[in-house]
């Protein structure tokens, strides 16, 4: 544990809870997490249990998980050549494991390109086939779902994208998108559909007359609540948030953020919150999930991975949120280099061509993930006792 | 006071503003469409033009009295020659008997030049006596044996023979200054104009003039002979004749001094085709080569048009968005198969083929009906893979936006999700390609028609109209054959563009309202 707090000086600065606004924050977190019947972060209770280590070892259903990811690989082939054979593979998803629990979000973090987004689609099974691994959906593994008992599935799974302006068709009004699915479905009755409709933009904040609008009559936060109101319509339990405020400015960021939270509460809904903007998932988060390269390189409950991080590369990531205070120093860790291409990823840990700590050992041989403290994952070698 | 109702009144206003439900009405996706098709002035120009063009067409044909292949003729004068008239000269001989051989008849022309009284022949004389102008008799004795003439008898049938004994009668009674007289035992009445009647029947005539028909089967009656030797008497160069059927028709007399000839000839009205009338009442735009109605195949010429462009456009753009969505949709290997095909249509050289397709069809002498519906396969059938490019083009692009992903996650069906996703949204752009293509379409048909190869006679199509002017005459002189036909294709094809670039606009929500 040494090494270990020596790592975690740098963050710990920033993210210690040293004043007290943070301190009464950490305990609204805390108090937050106890209501959603969490295990405290950091203390003795078992928060995120991880699966079993051995990816070989199939998954077993644990009622208490909504989502549980084994090992999940998506890997998509490059082709070239004369006869456009597969020369290669990107591995976009190359091992991801963790567990979700219900009524809970798991932010997922990363630099761009890391696989964020191809994990929360492979987990949706958005993007064709799962090159292995296993993706448990209230235990079920959705990638044995025949065509038609998927369609059935989508109801409760359910994406909300970055980009609002192309992910709402064009040439339909919005009262069609909202509730096309819906009619697809017969989630409910044709007397009561457009009552419906009205209640689930009005818990999105939409007017019921936007319904006859189209799209591009509206701003990037009012179609962001037209995405959002398109998921919940066919009322899921599960929604992944591929990124769902990156491209909206800060104020409407803030409003969709709690939106997303009083949607939460009231539906009891679990999230996979994808970003890459920290304090939005700080805030929204209860576990949080780093991810590098494809892999998962540290995940814990969100106060556990912001007051102590673990894995260097979670700490050079944090080190990197700015501290709203001109005189405070910024003690930035920057990487060398670039991210590593994944077609081509390094041998041993896929990080150690950019770590500080690198040993020899790093260079070849992948480290496996460890309990470091409850409920606190890390994949790196510098934590093996 | 003022201060609070101005307050009032600003946040009326702003509740006003901010709730479109009552600022905006609020309008149905068609019915935008629609609102900003007709906004667009010159979409709307080509809408009116389309829209008369296809009353024209479709009902016009109905209205016309007359039919599209309605041959229409007309009477016309044409002066031709009818009979020619020579006086006779010289004077012909009669052998009243056998006595009268060729040396009496030598022996009375020298008489009759140097006016003796007697001719000798064999050791006998005979007596040359004048009976009157232009007749001779020659007698032994009493008896004549003989006669020279300058009048002619001759019957209304040519081949009829008289005797000589007749003859000599009637010659007789005519110079005579008319008269009856018998012959074998018939009674025949003789008048001054030298018309012979037998019983009050016209018989035969005696004239100076020999009258010879010009033309080969017609019967110059006696009475047109009486006539004509009555004009010819009084020196009238014209005259009218009305002959026993009814028929009246004018002559003009000509004489040749050269040859002594006068040619008579007939003024006859005759049925010809009415080609290239002028606009007229009864023929709006005239008439074409073929003496049919112009306004009336102009109709139904549009019709023929239309119906080509709408149906080579249909079968094209089922077959392109069909053939482009499938392999658009699913791409790999149906895709790569599609592309390779419509890249094969793409190298066949349309133009050629079309024109050895039209020959082949000429060749195998096929309906002109049928032609039609074998032309619109053709071009059809030619005509999609354009439209296949450019479906399968937008349907990739659009299979990864966002919102079709959005789609799958919803768990939509495929069908929907093509139909309702897909293909409105490359349903502007197939407007706007089927619009265009089916102006180009026309022009296509237009012009195979005009070189003989499209639509063939007797149907009718704005192409083979024009296909009329094939010289310079007729493009200079019968403006009414090729100006309506041409305006009438340059403005369908002009409106159709129009009314294509108008949906385009409409079609795009991302127009302002």
């Known amino acids: 544990m040494g090494v270990n707090k020596g790592i975690a000086d740098g963050v710990g600065r920033a993210h210690g809870a040293s004043t007290p606004e943070e301190l009464k924050y950490q305990t609204e977190k805390r108090e937050e997490r106890l209501k959603k019947g969490l295990q405290p972060a950091g203390g003795t209770g078992t928060a995120p249990v991880m699966a079993s280590s051995d990816p070989n070892e199939p998954l077993v259903y644990d009622p208490q998980y909504i989502l549980m990811v084994k090992n999940l690989k998506k890997y998509f082939p490059i082709k070239g050549g004369m006869m456009s054979h597969v020369v290669g593979q990107v591995k976009a998803v190359d091992g991801v494991t963790f567990n979700l629990k219900r009524g809970t979000t798991m932010g997922l973090v990363g630099e761009s390109g890391c696989g964020k987004t191809t994990t929360g689609r492979t987990i949706l099974r958005l993007s064709g086939e799962k090159t292995g691994g296993q993706v448990l959906f209230n235990g079920q593994e959705v990638y044995d779902l025949s065509p038609k008992e998927m369609r059935s599935m989508r109801t409760k799974m359910q994406i909300i994208f970055q980009d609002p302006f192309s992910s709402l068709s064009p040439r339909l009004p919005v009262g069609e998108i909202i509730g096309e699915a819906v009619r697809e479905h017969n989630l409910v009755q044709k007397s009561e559909f457009n009552a419906y409709i009205d209640q689930v933009m009005d818990n999105c904040g939409l007017q019921p007359f936007h319904k006859d609008r189209y799209p591009h009559e509206f701003s990037g936060g009012q179609r962001q609540r037209i995405c959002i109101a398109r998921a919940l319509a066919l009322n899921p339990e599960f929604v992944v948030c591929d990124e769902p405020v990156s491209a909206l400015d800060v104020s409407i960021q803030a409003q969709i953020i709690n939106l997303l939270k009083e949607l939460q509460e009231k539906y009891s809904l679990t999230y996979l919150f994808i970003s890459h903007d920290l304090s939005v998932v700080e805030h929204i988060s209860d576990t949080v999930g780093v991810m590098y390269l494809g892999n998962l390189v540290e995940y814990g409950a969100t106060e556990d991975i912001f007051r102590n991080p673990l894995h260097p590369y979670t700490k050079a990531l944090f080190s990197a949120i700015p501290i709203p205070d001109p005189k405070a120093k910024m003690n930035r860790i920057v990487l060398e280099g670039s991210i590593p291409s994944p077609a081509n990823p390094p041998s041993g840990c896929k990080f150690h061509t950019r770590c500080k700590y690198c040993t020899e050992r790093c260079k070849k041989e992948a480290p496996v993930q460890r309990e470091v403290e409850p409920g606190h994952y890390v994949v790196c070698h510098l934590f093996d006792k | ?513």
């Open chain 2, 1 to 513: 006071m003022s201060d609070e109702n101005k307050n009032v009144n600003q946040n009326g206003e702003e509740q006003y503003s901010l709730n479109d439900d009552r600022r905006v009405k609020v309008l149905s996706p068609g019915a935008m469409v629609a609102k900003r098709f007709f906004r667009n002035r010159l979409a709307v120009t080509g809408m009116v033009i389309l829209i008369i063009m296809f009353i024209f067409s479709f009902i016009g044909g109905l209205v016309s009295p007359y039919r599209e292949d309605e041959v229409f003729y007309r009477r016309d004068y044409i002066n031709k020659e009818y009979v020619g008239v020579t006086e006779n000269t010289e004077y012909r001989y009669l052998e009243l008997t056998e006595e009268y051989g060729a040396v009496q008849q030598a022996m009375t022309v020298l008489a009759i030049q140097q006016d003796k009284p007697t001719i000798e022949a064999k050791g006998k004389t005979y007596d040359v006596v004048k009976e009157g102008e232009g007749l001779y008799s020659i007698k032994d004795g009493d008896t004549a044996i003989g006669a020279a003439y300058l009048d002619i008898v001759s019957a209304e049938d040519s081949s009829v023979k008289f005797t000589p004994d007749f003859q000599y009668q009637a010659l007789l009674a005519y110079i005579g200054g008319g008269g009856a007289f018998t012959v074998d035992g018939e009674e025949y009445e003789a008048d001054e104009l030298g018309m012979i009647t037998k019983g009050g029947e016209s018989y035969a005539v005696c004239s100076r003039y020999i009258v010879q028909s010009k033309t080969s089967g017609t019967v110059i009656s006696n009475e047109f002979r009486e006539a004509l030797i009555e004009h010819l008497a009084t020196g009238e160069e014209a005259f009218t004749f009305t002959d026993p059927e009814g028929e009246t028709a004018e002559y003009t007399l000509v004489y040749d001094p050269a040859t002594k000839i006068w040619s008579v000839k007939q003024e006859v009205s005759t049925q010809v085709f009415d080609t290239y009338s002028f606009p007229s009442k009864t023929h709006w735009l005239g008439t074409d080569r073929n003496g049919m109605d112009m306004l009336t195949r102009l109709m139904y010429g549009g019709r023929i048009s239309l119906m080509v462009g709408f149906i080579v456009v249909i079968i094209s753009t089922v077959l392109g968005v069909v053939l482009g969505g499938v392999a658009g949709y699913f791409g790999g290997w149906i895709d790569n198969l599609v592309m390779r095909i419509v890249d094969i249509f793409y190298c066949i050289p349309s133009t050629p083929v079309i024109i050895i397709l039209g020959a082949a069809m000429d060749g195998m002498r096929v309906e002109p009906k049928i032609r039609i519906f074998y032309l619109m396969l053709i071009l059809g059938v030619l005509g999609w893979p354009g439209t296949a490019r450019m479906v399968r083009g937008q349907i990739l692009s659009l299979r990864e936006q966002e919102f079709m992903t959005a789609t799958e996650a919803c768990g939509i069906r495929v069908s929907r999700r093509i139909f309702r996703h897909l293909i409105p949204n490359v349903i502007p752009q197939l407007i706007v390609i089927s619009t265009m293509s089916l102006g180009s379409t026309i022009i296509t048909e237009s012009t195979l028609s005009f070189l003989g190869l499209g639509v063939k006679f007797p149907y009718a199509s704005w192409g083979n109209i024009i296909n009329d002017v094939s010289n310079s005459f007729v493009l200079t002189n019968y403006w009414f054959i090729w100006i309506p036909a041409g305006v009438c294709l340059m403005l369908t094809v002009l409106a159709f563009n129009f009314v294509g670039d108008g949906l385009r606009d409409a079609f795009d929500p991302r127009m302002k309202r």
